[in-house]
């Protein structure tokens, strides 16, 4: 068991009522030079991660399940674009 005072990486918070709802779709090679710059807690069941390559950049949404995983990713958007919509997805502005 993993209590929070032992994480080190951030958890998203719940979402906000108003929050932008982001378009998740199926994994494909969008940026093959693609890298992974941040991410949440592996703690929870689901796991966020921002991706930046090229000039482009998207985030990659993973979830835990019993019988393994599941994959969803973002469209790609600048990286200053994508950074934004990070930092909303922390905060429970987007999801």
Do not use: N
């Not at 209590?3 to 998203?12: R, T, Y």
């Not at 807690?41 to 399940?65: D, H, M, N, P, S």
């Amino acid at each position: 068991m993993i209590l929070l005072d032992e994480c080190l990486s951030p958890h998203v918070v719940m979402p906000q009522r108003d929050h932008i709802r982001l378009d998740w779709r199926e994994p494909y090679p969008t940026l093959e030079r693609a890298r992974s710059v941040a991410w949440t807690c592996w703690c929870r069941a689901t796991i966020y991660e921002l991706y930046e390559g090229g000039g482009r950049a998207f985030v990659r949404r993973t979830l835990q399940l019993d019988d393994g995983h599941q994959v969803h990713e973002t469209s790609t958007w600048t990286i200053s674009e994508a950074r934004a919509i990070w930092m909303a997805l922390l905060s429970g502005k987007a999801r």
